[in-house]
T-cell receptor, first 113, second 116 residues
């Protein structure tokens, strides 16, 4: 069982609200990622981090922002939510070094009304 | 950047039959090819992976083959069971220049349904 946690699991929020999706891992992993998953299943990398104070944009442009102040914590923030932000957001982490397994959280399903 | 194509998008098999999912990748520098299984309401979980110095790897009912020349790799599930029903993703990545970074590029997913 992976020790990576996302909260909340489900969130319904009104347009224009600011939201933060939480992601924490207890494995001491340096690398962390945020993926957006379409209803059609595709996984798109939107942010990643290689360690504290490191953040990079992923392959899919996103209006969200991330921060990495602590190794174990990688929150994602939307300053002003819109219906187009409705999606499933998955957080993942992996060890430093060559190609290694990515451990995923259970995801946050966000609905913006 | 890397591009990974996955087929089929849906696959329905009878219990006990075999299932095969195929992926192709574009970047010849990719050297790591994991497969993830995502059950309903959960995040993807690694089920098997293969590195570019190996042509085939097997773990009980699951096997993966890699053809570096053709840039394609496949997942084989034998003796399928209802609990194999899930979405399966292939992925590819390469070792980053710094040695620490590798970003996974995922395929589009295959919904596997094992029918009784």
């Amino acid at each position: 069982e992976a020790d990576i946690y996302q909260t909340p699991r489900y969130l319904v929020i009104g347009t224009g609200k600011k939201i933060t999706l939480e992601c924490s891992q207890t494995m001491g992993h340096d690398k962390m990622y945020w993926y957006q998953q379409d209803p059609g299943m595709e996984l798109h990398l939107i942010h990643y981090s290689y360690g504290v104070n490191s953040t990079e944009k992923g392959d899919l442009s996103s209006e969200s922002t991330v921060s990495r102040i602590r190794t174990e914590h990688f929150p994602l923030t939307l300053e002003s939510a819109r219906p187009s932000h409705t999606s499933q957001y998955l957080c993942a982490s992996s060890e430093w070094g060559g190609n290694t397994e990515a451990f995923f959280g259970q995801g946050t399903r966000l609905t913006v009304v | 950047g890397e591009n990974v194509e996955q087929h089929p998008s849906t696959l329905s098999v009878q219990e006990g039959d075999s299932a095969v999912i195929k992926c192709t990748y574009s970047d010849s520098a990719s050297n790591y090819f994991p497969w993830y299984k995502q059950e309903l309401g959960k995040g993807p979980q690694l089920i098997i992976d293969i590195r570019s110095n190996v042509g085939e790897k097997k773990d009980q009912r699951i096997a993966v083959t890699l053809n570096k020349t053709a840039k394609h790799f496949s997942l084989h599930i034998t003796e399928t069971q209802p609990e194999d029903s899930a979405v399966y993703f292939c992925a590819a990545s390469m070792r980053g220049l710094t040695g620490g970074g590798n970003k996974l590029t995922f395929g589009t997913g295959t919904q596997l349904k094992v029918e009784l």
